[in-house]
C-alpha cells in the first residue's frame, strides 16, 4: 500500500508486517534453541597456502531447528545481538570451542589455535574477560589455543571497549579483525588498535585475480600488517588462482572453500595433523 500524501498510514506494507512476525517467531524460537541446545559448531580450516598445511581452524555456529531446518547466522546473530540471547549462545559457543580444542589435544592431534568469533554485544559485557578466563579454566584450555575474531566495530565504537580487548590479550588469548577493510578504523590508526591479527575481507579476495584495485589493497594491508607486527589472513579464497596470487602479495595465510568449508568436527578432524606424523 502506497503512501498518500503526508502521514499516511503505513501499517499494510506487507513487507514490513511478514518481517515482524518472522522476527518475533526467530526470537522465540531462537530463546528455545538455547534452552534445548539446538546448537552445533562446525570447524573451517585456516591453511598455510604456501605449504597447503592447517594452521588452525574457525568456530562457526548453526542453529538446527527441528522444524524450521538450519537457519543461517547472518539470519538469526543479528537477532540474537539485538536482544542480548547472544550472551548465553556466545558462552555455550565458546565452552563448545573450547571442549573440542581440548579433546583434539588429548587424542594426539598437533594443537593449534581455535577461532570463536565474539560480537561486540559480548564484549560490552562488564564481566566478560572474568566469563573468558573461567570458561577456559573450566575447560581446562590454555589460552595459546584460543582465538577471537572481532569485527572492527567492536575496536571503533568506545575506549572501554578496547580496554576490554587489551585485558583479554593480557590473558594471552590472540585478538584478530575480522572482515578487515570494510570499516573505518584502517591504515591510520591500526597500531593503536589491541589486535593481533588482520584478517582481509572476502570482498578484496573474491576479484583479487581480475581487479588491479583488490590486489592493491590487499597489497597495502600486507604492508600495513608486516611494519605493525601483525598477521595476516586472507578469508574466502575459493580458487588456486586466488592462492596464488596471495602468495605473490605476501599473504601466507587463508581460509576458504578452496582448501575445505566448515564442517563438523569428526569430519574437520581428517585435515588435522597427528603430534607424532
Ligand atoms: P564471518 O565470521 O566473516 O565468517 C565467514 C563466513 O564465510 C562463514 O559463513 C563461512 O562459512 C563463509 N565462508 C567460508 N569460506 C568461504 C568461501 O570461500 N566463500 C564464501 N563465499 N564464503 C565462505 P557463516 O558460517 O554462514 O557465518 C556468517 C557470519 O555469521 C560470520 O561471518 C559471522 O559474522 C557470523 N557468525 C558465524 N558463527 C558465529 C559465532 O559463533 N558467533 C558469532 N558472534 N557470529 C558468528
Ligand atoms: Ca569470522
Ligand atoms: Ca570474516
Ligand atoms: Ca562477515
Redesign the pocket.
Known amino acids: 500500500v502506497k503512501e498518500h500524501g503526508g502521514g499516511g498510514v503505513k501499517m499494510y506494507e506487507p513487507g514490513t508486517a511478514t518481517k515482524t512476525l518472522e522476527r518475533i517467531l526467530l526470537e522465540n524460537e531462537l530463546r528455545k534453541s538455547v534452552q534445548m541446545g539446538h546448537f552445533t559448531?562446525?570447524y573451517?580450516p585456516k591453511m598455510n597456502l604456501y605449504h597447503g598445511e592447517l594452521s588452525g581452524v574457525?568456530?562457526?555456529?548453526?542453529w538446527n531447528h527441528p522444524d524450521l531446518g538450519r537457519i543461517?547466522?547472518?539470519k538469526f546473530?543479528p537477532i540474537?545481538?539485538e536482544t542480548k540471547i547472544?550472551l548465553p549462545?556466545?558462552e555455550w559457543?565458546l565452552r563448545e570451542a573450547c571442549k573440542q580444542a581440548y579433546n583434539w589435544q588429548q587424542r594426539g592431534y598437533k594443537p593449534f589455535r581455535i577461532a570463536?568469533?565474539?560480537?561486540a554485544v559480548?564484549l560490552d559485557e562488564p564481566t566478560i574477560v572474568e566469563t573468558i578466563q573461567r570458561i577456559l579454566t573450566e575447560e581446562k584450555v590454555s589460552p595459546e589455543f584460543i582465538e577471537l575474531?572481532l569485527?572492527e566495530t567492536s575496536f571503533a565504537d568506545r575506549v572501554e571497549m578496547r580496554h576490554t580487548i587489551q585485558r583479554i590479550r593480557d590473558i594471552g588469548i590472540q585478538v584478530a579483525i575480522?572482515?578487515f577493510g570494510t570499516g573505518y578504523s584502517t591504515f591510520s590508526y591500526i597500531k593503536e588498535l589491541p589486535a593481533d591479527i588482520l584478517?582481509i575481507?572476502?570482498s578484496f579476495?573474491?576479484d583479487i585475480d581480475v581487479n588491479e584495485n583488490s590486489r592493491a589493497i590487499v597489497k597495502a594491508i600486507v604492508t600495513l600488517a608486516a611494519t605493525a607486527g601483525l598477521e595476516v589472513i586472507a578469508?574466502?579464497?575459493?580458487t588456486e588462482k586466488q592462492a596464488n596470487v596471495l602468495i605473490e602479495l605476501g599473504c601466507l595465510e587463508g581460509?576458504?572453500?578452496?582448501y575445505s568449508?566448515?564442517l563438523p568436527a569428526e569430519e574437520c578432524e581428517f585435515m588435522i595433523p597427528k603430534i607424532d606424523e
Open positions: 559448531l562446525e573451517q574457525e568456530a562457526l555456529v548453526r543461517p547466522p547472518d546473530i540474537a545481538e547472544i549462545l556466545g559457543i570463536v568469533n565474539m560480537s559480548q575474531e569485527t575480522d572482515d584478517k575481507d572476502m579476495i573474491r578469508e574466502g579464497v575459493e581460509q576458504g572453500y578452496f568449508k566448515p
